[in-house]
């Protein structure tokens, strides 16, 4: 079957640095995303990797391992306002997303 | 660029009553779009997929009689819940995806919040 894992919460301070991990199980692989979602918001998409190796954009990077099945998104430098759900998600041989159940950031001041 | 919009954003409705929402992409072609389904504390739950003009695929578990989806243009989608009952109170989330990027990305609506009382 198919599965993506991710902790279900995390809790870092602000200014920190927190690493998310995921990793997952797909019939195929056509890349990951990682999606921010505030509570009673939609997702917004943070970044796509397709390639092994770290993608990295303003205090956020992402990091794949296909050989491993295993993705983190590094956020640095943490504010309030990154308290959020972090939604990883796997594109599978068919191009459909398979959703992790999402990571649920807590940022102490 | 990307830009989704969903309507209504949130709607109140009696049990027994169907409710029409609907997703356009506005600034791009989306040919394929698809139905999430979110309760509070839980992950996204994909409902089904669309493409324009044919009709929508489902998930397992997904009643198409009840979910009534119509993808009728390249920009518009609907997901009809027919005959509400107060368990499909839910965060509806619709996404669309453009064949003009390689990344396949989803770009989401801001989400219908339905309550059905």
């Known amino acids: 079957g198919q599965n993506i894992d991710q902790p279900t919460e995390m809790t870092a301070t602000e200014g920190a640095i927190v690493q998310i991990n995921c990793t997952y199980q797909t019939s195929g692989f056509n890349g990951l995303f990682w999606y921010q979602q505030h509570a009673g918001e939609a997702p917004t998409f943070l970044s796509y990797?397709?390639l092994d190796g770290l993608e990295e954009k303003g205090r956020f990077s992402s990091f794949l391992s296909r050989s491993k099945g295993y993705s983190y998104l590094l956020l640095k430098e943490l504010q309030m306002k990154d308290s959020a759900s972090y939604l990883c998600?796997?594109?599978?041989?068919?191009?459909?997303?398979?959703w992790g159940a999402g990571t649920k950031l807590i940022i102490k001041p | 660029g990307a830009v989704v919009s969903q309507h209504p954003s949130w709607v109140i409705c009696k049990s027994g009553t169907s409710v029409k929402i609907e997703c356009r992409s506005l600034d791009f072609q989306a040919t394929t779009m698809f139905w999430y389904r979110q309760f509070p504390k839980q992950s996204l739950m994909l409902m089904a997929t669309?493409?324009?003009?044919?009709?929508?695929?489902?998930e397992q578990g997904v009643e198409k009689d009840k979910f009534l989806i119509n993808h009728a243009s390249l920009t518009l989608s609907t997901l009809t819940v027919t005959s509400a009952h107060p368990e499909d109170s839910s965060f509806y989330i619709c996404?669309?995806?453009?064949?003009?990027?390689?990344?396949?990305?989803?770009?989401f609506g801001p989400g219908t919040r339905l309550t059905v009382t």
């Open positions: 990797n397709v």
């Open positions: 669309s493409n324009e003009g044919s009709k929508a695929t489902y």
């Open positions: 998600a796997a594109l599978d041989s068919n191009y459909q997303l398979i």
């Open positions: 996404s669309a995806r453009g064949e003009r990027e390689a990344s396949y990305e989803q770009y």
